[in-house]
């Protein structure tokens, strides 16, 4: 059977991914042993209004390798997708669609705009499903799932009731996150920090009551100062020791106010003093609390002053109202100095506004007994184990020991409405129906609570959520001691494939979502929801800056897919990801890309000469010639070595293993030594290197699903390699073929090494023709001065040796007697090779060339030796360029050389 001349990556992708999830292949019900293990992923949700970035291909390929290999294993897989309502970002969408026909959501009014809401995730909500597709991830389509569905919702109502009624669930006025564009609470995520070089310090003199002293207090925001309840110092600075016990008259506010001592306070910031508002900064907010101040909030929800900010200042702009302040301060001769001021602002991630921390009334979590039951569980069972390890776990730890009590509404219409209804005096009733919040309250007159519920409060209960955990009644749940055989499952999926294996996420939302995920698990399950948590690093933008829509270096995952191939793509991400960050290059995906040419051609051959041949494992238990044992050994080591490198998330190893076995071991020499059996007629040899290609596809086929799938299929015999019983009676496909685990009693070390010593002498005087720009069809007269072993592994294959360098002659002897114009080398054994030169090339034009590229390396190698000298361009350039210059001045380091030792050898 012929392949085409060239891989089709977008016929694959389209042929292939459609009939694998038509014939059911990504189910676990494709496993018809009742005895298989399990293996079970959830899918981090991203949101419906999303469109896949690279994060998303990579922690998804990531979650394919995973479940593809476990699934080739014999384990029923689960990889369950799903999508995040995303409140916020959705209302904003739609919000926008409304502004265009000239509305506000106001105007149309709550149902009328949810009813818009779903009307736009009907119709756009599916493309991100869309585009994981396009990934060729093996996600269990029939079970996807969305945080809005009417069973999530229910359950997501009844946890919250759950926990109100314990009392874990409370309303109270503490500071949050503010975004005043779109006025609501936001996540510590939803917030980001944006350097303001501009900036400006202002220095502020506030009166000592009784005294004609002033205390100068340095901050970034003047007119937070109309909400001072304090004056604070660190009791120990000096300076300030007198004044403990006195108080302030602040300025514009008629008000007194005390100084305190506090260790928070930093003596060197600024002049020592601090102003202390809590209830517009989260860290005055705690010292109030410690000393017991008033808190009080001068804005608005809109970020305008209120009353509380005095006459002068109620209804400005904060901006404004900073201005005014300043104004006034220095008519009073209150203002010290401006001084400019580098700083981090807070904005809101999605519009941009500069938030505010503000106390609000809000609904909170208490944390405290779910706190205990995560780090119980880290501390007794070590549960979950993180990849890396370094930091993650600390992080991990230290955010649970440090965990305060979690807002939870938004002042939003799309979401999780808060399950809580107000009669007329403003007493809330909490429970899961109207019709049970009137029973409770004995009326019908309520007012249900408009605020909705924290993205994240349906995303903790994913692990769970998603595989049909219900709660029976509203007080359903309690110490986390709860019984497996109580829970109400669907389609026995909880009791089957909770707890997952492994949540595959980035670092940056451990403390929001991998730490909520553990505590809700615990809680309503008394079970860990995961065993491992494999954190991978960023994609950066080839400029090493993080991907970002205003700095415009994003780059989109379906334009490489379109370009490269999805599988190209999958093997540059899984062989990028260490943990670590990383930069995107075009020039790795595109070598990947050669690397799926390299197998197909390479598979193109075997076929073309494969008469007569059929895939035959008996043919890998042994082999008497040194090439075939060496291969049967490679095959088996690089399994072994694969599954040890996945077992531990350790992506790159496994795909590094692979590359060097497809491209070096079996395209580049496997091939080349075998060349002459193959394509004379020789069947078992024929059928031998079909049976190690077979095997090998398997091992590809996690990393490169679509390629192996292809070639697999094309390869005779090879469903007979669907050994599995659980999986009798399907259509032959790879993604079901056994996952190669290797035998160890099949590695055969002594091979290795003896063909190392055939591949090196084979490359050295390849190198060695190359270098001196001798002619293919010049014959060679090669001497080898080796010991007694050496000589008798390369008399073995002398003829293999002669055929691949295209020499006429090789001579083997204990030491090396060839005339002084020769081209000399040694091998890693210590084996010297001699090659005269005479009547093989130009010795003048030689010499003249080798100088010539002598001359223009080391100008290049000292225009770079000036750059790695100068401290500015190593401490300033990007990290990637200085790697870059010193790569290359290595390499030219080397290739001088080497290129001086071939010119002594002419001279």
């Not at 990889?79 to 105007?107: C, N, W, Y």
């Not at 300025?251 to 003093?273: C, K």
């Not at 970020?303 to 302040?325: C, H, I, Q, S, W």
């Amino acid at each position: 059977m012929e392949l085409s001349k060239a891989y089709d990556p977008a016929q694959a992708e389209k042929t292939h991914y459609k009939r694998w999830e038509d014939s059911g292949f990504f189910t676990p019900e494709i496993n018809k042993n009742p005895e298989a293990g399990k293996y079970s992923i959830v899918i981090p949700p991203p949101n419906v209004t999303g469109s896949l970035h690279m994060g998303h291909a990579l922690q998804h390929t990531i979650m394919d390798v995973l479940t593809r290999r476990k699934r080739m294993m014999g384990y029923r897989t689960l990889f369950v997708p799903g999508v995040d309502h995303a409140g916020i970002s959705t209302q904003l969408m739609v919000t926008r669609q409304l502004k265009e026909e000239g509305k506000t959501p106001l105007e149309i009014g709550r149902e009328a705009f949810l009813e818009k809401v779903w009307a736009w995730k009907d119709k756009y909500g599916g493309r991100i499903t869309e585009q994981i597709r396009r990934e060729g991830v093996s996600v269990d389509w029939t079970r996807e799932r969305f945080t809005m569905e009417d069973d999530l919702v229910e359950l997501v109502t009844k946890v919250f009731v759950s926990l109100y009624n314990e009392g874990a669930i409370y309303r109270g006025a503490r500071i949050v996150n503010w975004c005043p564009n779109d006025e609501t609470v936001l996540s510590d995520l939803e917030v980001e920090d944006r350097e303001k070089k501009d900036g400006k310090l202002y220095f502020l003199k506030y009166p000592v009551t009784g005294t004609d002293a002033t205390v100068t207090v340095a901050t970034t925001r003047p007119e937070t100062m109309l909400g001072d309840t304090a004056v604070a110092v660190n009791p120990s600075d000096e300076r300030y020791r007198d004044l403990l016990g006195k108080s302030i008259d602040l300025p514009l506010t008629g008000r007194t106010i005390p100084i305190v001592s506090d260790e928070y306070v930093d003596s060197e910031f600024g002049t020592g003093a601090v102003k202390i508002t809590p209830a517009h900064d989260p860290n005055d907010y705690e010292l109030g609390q410690r000393h017991d101040l008033p808190q009080l909030n001068v804005m608005n929800k809109d970020a305008t002053m209120n009353a509380d900010a005095g006459p002068d200042f109620e209804g400005l702009d904060r901006y404004k109202a900073r201005k005014l302040v300043i104004e006034k301060f220095e008519e009073l001769g209150l203002l010290e100095k401006i001084d400019d001021y580098e700083m981090s602002l807070p904005v809101c991630e999605r519009c941009k506004t500069v938030i505010e921390t503000l106390v609000s009334e809000q609904w909170w979590v208490s944390m405290s007994e779910m706190r205990g039951l995560a780090l119980g569980l880290k501390q007794s069972k070590d549960y979950p184990r993180f990849t890396p390890q370094n930091p993650h776990t600390k992080v991990y730890t230290d955010w649970l020991e440090n965990l305060r009590d979690w807002t939870i509404s938004r002042q939003l219409w799309w979401g999780h409405r808060i399950p809580a209804w107000y009669n007329g005096d403003g007493k809330p009733f909490v429970a899961n129906t109207f019709e049970e919040a009137k029973e409770m309250a004995g009326t019908s007159d309520l007012t249900q609570d408009p605020d909705v519920l924290d993205t994240w409060f349906s995303s903790w209960l994913w692990s769970f959520s998603t595989l049909g955990f219900k709660i029976d009644g509203a007080e359903s749940g309690g110490s986390g001691d709860a019984e497996r055989s109580d829970l109400n499952t669907q389609h026995s999926d909880l009791e089957t494939f909770h707890p997952t294996d492994v949540l595959v996420t980035a670092r940056d939302i451990i403390f929001l979502w991998v730490s909520r995920m553990v505590m809700s698990s615990m809680k309503f399950l008394g079970e860990r929801p995961f065993d491992d948590v494999y954190i991978t690093g960023t994609v950066l933008a080839p400029d090493g800056q993080r991907m970002s829509k205003t700095k415009g270096n994003g780059i989109d995952p379906l334009d490489v897919f379109d370009k490269y191939g999805v599988d190209a793509t999958r093997m540059t991400l899984a062989g990028s990801s260490t943990g670590m960050d990383f930069a995107w290059r075009d020039e790795k995906v595109e070598s990947y890309r050669n690397f799926a040419n390299k197998i197909w051609n390479a598979t193109r051959f075997c076929l073309m000469n494969s008469e007569g041949a059929k895939i035959d494992p008996g043919l890998l238990e042994n082999g008497e010639d040194l090439a075939d044992r060496w291969i049967i050994s490679k095959l088996n080591s690089t399994a072994i070595e694969v599954n040890r490198a996945l077992d531990k998330y350790a992506f790159h190893e496994a795909v590094q293993t692979l590359y060097h076995f497809f491209w070096d071991d079996f395209c580049d020499w496997y091939i080349e030594l075998s060349k002459d059996e193959i394509t004379g007629g020789n069947s078992e040899a024929s059928s031998r290197i079909l049976t190690i290609l077979e095997q090998a596809l398997r091992m590809l086929h996690p990393f490169m699903p679509y390629l192996t799938e292809e070639l697999w299929q094309k390869l005779p015999g090879a469903s007979n390699a669907l050994h599995n019983p659980a999986y009798s009676g399907v259509d032959p496909t790879v993604m079901l073929a056994d996952f190669p685990i290797g035998d160890a009693a099949l590695v055969d070390k002594t091979a290795e090494s003896e063909m190392s010593f055939v591949i090196e002498l084979i490359s050295k005087i390849r190198n060695i023709r190359a270098e001196m720009r001798i002619k293919n069809s010049e014959p060679l007269a090669v001497s080898i001065a080796c010991d007694e072993e050496s000589e008798g592994i390369f008399e073995a294959n002398e003829s293999r040796i002669l055929k691949l360098t295209r020499a006429g002659s090789l001579e083997i002897g204990r030491s090396l007697d060839v005339p002084k114009a020769s081209a000399k080398g040694v091998l890693t054994s210590g084996a010297e090779i001699g090659i005269p030169l005479e009547g093989l090339i130009d010795f003048e034009k030689e010499i003249e060339r080798l100088e010539a590229q002598i001359n223009k390396l080391a100008k290049e190698g000292d225009m770079l030796g000036k750059q790695l000298g100068n401290e500015n361009f190593v401490k300033k350039a990007p990290a990637e360029k200085v790697a870059a210059v010193r790569e290359r001045s290595e390499e030219i380091e080397t290739q001088l050389k080497a290129l001086n030792e071939n010119l002594e050898t002419l001279k």
